[in-house]
């Protein structure tokens, strides 16, 4: 029985392992390339939780939203710093980042504090889901709205300065 | 001294045989164009007046409004200008803008149609194939009516765009008839995509111009969407088929083409950015449904 049930979490361990060092569009890269990328990952996953609710796959979760536009804001303030002009930022393994973001800088800042204010009011919306004021339905537009304001800096700035890789 | 006769008189037949291909090609392109036309015209029961909000929507999902205006450099909208870099050189978009005399303000319907479905100039001449004609041929009477006067109800802009910039010689335009009898495909307008998600994905929104294979010659054989490793501007794109989205569900594919968003919360960028941004994104919902039906079903590529 005490055999079983430690065979049972080992696998368990190496089912976790698995999945966890699955590899990802990531693997290969190092220094500031992985850093921004991990921090983008962050994104994408706050981004897939918040679509998961308007698309009606999963229950509306006041609480997620909140974390999620706060998680916009936080990195939102710090991706230009994480485009440093330096040659490991600009060509190093698996990087996605396009020449252009450092040849127009300013719009690629312009759209990051764009992404950053949207995100912010974006935040004030989420702060105020829990008031009790407003239906489900008439939360979850608002966050529609919101969410889908901030989320042109996503697409905006990918469709600029990003060439996805295979 | 018979010997050289005998090449001489080879090669005229040669000479001969290629004349009479040429002339048979065109004028089996011709009959196919001409019946295409007379389909269109036919079709429907009179030429109903268009609307042109409609006729914005029809824009939208077919892309006119993102490859006619070059939004990156603040470019006013149709004005054309927007540079489409090929294997064969650099296409520029020409302004569409209801302008007299740089625009087609001065176009009847019939023209249109005649460049959208035939890829025919006013001039008779043909247009190059950066023009996706090949997807347009399906495009159903309603939608070039009202197309029409939506294309004539906005702001005309006057200055002409820059030429293309091609590394083919001119008279090549002259061997579209040759292109156009294998790349645009012939059954179109003969009911073949009743289904609305059909016919915008596989018409008007002309997916396959980026999600398909293209041959040396610029065509694309035949027109699944499995992917092209040398998309636009030598980038890979995707293949969207039934079996290589099965990860996707409905509500994943409606969502992306409304914000550009996958599954895994990832934006995607590039020119899908702005078929979605300038395009899909201002679709209503049951056309976004349709198409995301469309390219679930095994209709798409089969899921065998």
Known sequence: MFKHYRLRSVMLGLGVMLVVSQPTAHTGASGIVKERMDAMGVLGDHARVVGDMLKGKTAFDADAVETAAAAFVMHGEQITGLFPDTEESRSGARTEALPAIWSEWDDFVAIATRFTEDSRVFANIASKLDSGEQSDEENSRAVRTAFFRTSKGCSGCHERFRLKQD | ?304
């Open chain 2, 1 to 304: 001294m018979r010997a050289r006769r005998f090449i001489s008189l080879l090669a005229l037949c040669a000479v001969g045989i290629c004349v009479s291909a040429v002339a048979y090609v065109q004028v089996r392109n011709q009959d196919i164009e001409d019946n295409r036309f007379a389909l269109f015209s036919e079709s429907g029961a009179a030429r109903s007046t268009g609307d042109a909000e409609r006729g914005e929507n029809v824009a939208r999902a077919s892309g006119c409004i993102s490859c006619h205006t070059d939004k990156a450099n603040g470019g006013a909208l149709l004005a054309g200008g927007v540079k489409l870099e090929s294997p064969f050189g650099t296409f520029v978009s020409p302004n569409i803008t209801s302008d007299k005399e740089s625009g087609i303000g001065l176009w009847t319907v019939d023209m249109l149609a005649k460049a959208l479905l035939n890829g025919r100039r006013p001039d008779g001449k043909h247009y190059w194939p950066a023009f996706p004609y090949a997807a347009y041929a399906v495009m159903q009477q309603q939608d070039i009516i009202d197309l029409f006067v939506w294309l004539q109800s906005t702001d005309p802009v006057q200055g002409a765009s820059p030429e293309h910039a091609l590394l083919l010689p001119g008279f090549a335009r002259a061997g579209l008839s040759f292109w156009k009898t294998l790349f645009v495909p012939v059954d179109y307008q003969s009911g073949r995509f009743s289904e609305r998600g059909e016919y915008l994905v596989e018409g008007p929104a002309h997916c396959a111009e980026c999600h398909a294979r293209r041959n040396l010659l610029g065509g694309i054989p035949d027109r699944r969407l499995s992917g092209n490793r040398r998309g636009p501007e030598g980038a890979a794109v995707p293949a969207i088929t039934a079996d290589a989205l099965r990860e996707w569900t409905i509500e994943d594919l409606m969502f992306f083409l409304e914000i550009g968003m996958t599954p895994e919360g990832d934006f995607t960028g590039g020119h899908m950015a702005a078929v979605i941004d300038q395009g899909t994104a201002h679709l209503s919902s049951a056309d976004r449904q349709a198409m995301a039906l469309y390219l679930k079903s095994s209709f798409n590529g089969g899921t065998e």
